[in-house]
């Protein structure tokens, strides 16, 4: 059942409800309960502020997963980036990086202490920078999943072309398949199915979790983020869980292609390969990561200005690693809501608009809290 327009009309969610209902009967009958993951940082929010969780039957629980790229981004990253606003380096950077904390202070902290830290809407605004300021080292903090990657590389690319020699990335990209395996590997959860990603699918196309739901016998299905794409993918994962299926659908065919963006891909390849990488609560995770080539290394930030990313201290107290794997809802760390808000985030989980945490306190703490 798809819907091409109308996504959030009330009379198709309440058919669609009551189809869901239906299903989480059958999987009650056979004495299951399921476990689905939500793979986005936009459909956390999008879940959250429409009150998707009320959809769903006792016999299902929907958790959230490590789909915020700021979250999932090591400590350690940020000291990196604070150690090079130190030395005067100008730092361009998206501006949900500004107030996650590092192991001792955040960016807002540097740039409030005149360091040259500069929000950026777009990666060619960083490499507007260098062009403006020749004289100055700019490095751009290159955080993301394959959806950010293209429009970065699309950058460095001119910066090439242009002969741009004041300009280098700080990366931390990630990339989401590997991430699922580790997830449905963990032996201390259970995962039963994925609600895949619609921004990341764009890219990397329905096929890239082929070999992942097939080996691993998990349903995957791909949704859009308004309020009926959601819901249509989470009544398609439950149908495939009670027929004891386990395949990749696309239910956001008007973005998402088998194939992805083929052109995208290839920019990417161009200037990136896979490696290790560390990822806040999962750990090390091997070829999750994408790294500049090294015969790009003079636009590689660690490598040009000798700074090393090492694993830095997480928050006292703060549980965000345990909330992007899913073991923890956000109202089960005790830093929720009091001492960790939006207004003092502890946790990188409360700091970016797609974190579980900003999401919760939003719409399931604040409204709730207005409404009484």
Same mark, same amino acid.
């Given at each position: ?6 996504? $959030? ?18 999987? =009650?009958?056979?004495? $299951? ?40 981004? %090591? ?39 005149? @360091? ?11 490499? =507007?920078?260098?062009? #403006? ?35 280098? !990335?700080?990366?931390?990209? #990630?990339?989401?398949?590997?991430? !699922? ?32 739901? =097939? ?10 983020? %308004? ?17 004891? %299926? ?23 390849? $161009? ?20 790294? !500049? ?13 000798? /700074? ?8 006292? =107290? ?20 009091? /001492? +960790? ?7 990188? +989980?409360?700091?970016?608009? %797609? ?16 409404? @009484?």
């Amino acid at each position: 059942m798809k819907y091409v327009d109308g996504f $959030k009309r009330p009379e198709a969610a309440a058919a669609l409800r009551e189809q869901i209902i239906t299903l989480g009967d059958a999987l =009650g009958r056979a004495g $299951k309960r399921a476990t689905i993951m939500e793979v986005c940082g936009t459909h956390t929010m999008a879940i959250a502020r429409y009150g998707l969780r009320e959809f769903l039957p006792p016999s299902v629980e929907l958790v959230s997963g490590p789909g915020c790229p700021v979250c999932v981004t %090591e400590t350690g990253y940020i000291d990196a980036a604070v150690q090079l606003a130190r030395r005067g380096v100008m730092i361009a950077t998206f501006g949900d990086l500004l107030n996650v904390p590092g192991s001792q202070t955040t960016l807002a902290e540097c740039r409030a202490a005149h @360091a040259d830290i500069s929000v950026c809407y777009s990666p060619l605004e960083a490499l =507007g920078l260098a062009l #403006k300021h020749p004289h100055r080292e700019v490095v751009f903090l290159a955080v993301g999943f394959e959806t950010t990657m293209a429009p970065v590389v699309a950058a460095l690319d001119l910066a090439i072309r242009k002969g741009v020699r004041n300009f280098s !990335l700080l990366t931390a990209f #990630k990339l989401v398949p590997p991430a !699922l395996r580790v997830l449905r590997d963990d032996p201390t959860m259970r995962i039963d199915a994925f609600l895949c990603p619609g921004h990341v699918s764009a890219i990397i196309g329905s096929q890239a979790y082929a070999e992942f739901a =097939g080996r691993h016998g998990v349903p995957c299905v791909i949704a859009g983020f %308004e309020p009926l794409d959601i819901i249509l993918g989470l009544t398609a994962i439950i149908q495939q869980l009670v027929r004891r %299926e386990a395949r990749v659908e696309n239910q956001y065919g008007r973005v998402v292609k088998p194939q992805g963006n083929p052109k995208a891909q290839a920019f990417i390849d $161009k200037y990136l390969y896979p490696v290790d990488a560390r990822w806040r609560g999962l750990g090390l995770v091997p070829q999750s990561g994408m790294a !500049l080539r090294p015969e790009h290394g003079h636009f590689d930030a660690e490598r040009r200005l000798n /700074v090393v990313v090492e694993p830095g201290q997480e928050p006292p =107290g703060c549980l965000c690693g345990e909330v992007v794997k899913g073991k923890i809802r956000p109202p089960a760390c005790s830093l929720f809501g009091s /001492v +960790c808000n939006p207004d003092h985030p502890i946790g990188p +989980c409360m700091v970016s608009y %797609e974190g579980t945490c900003a999401a919760y306190y939003k719409y399931l703490v604040t409204e709730r809290s207005q409404h @009484a």
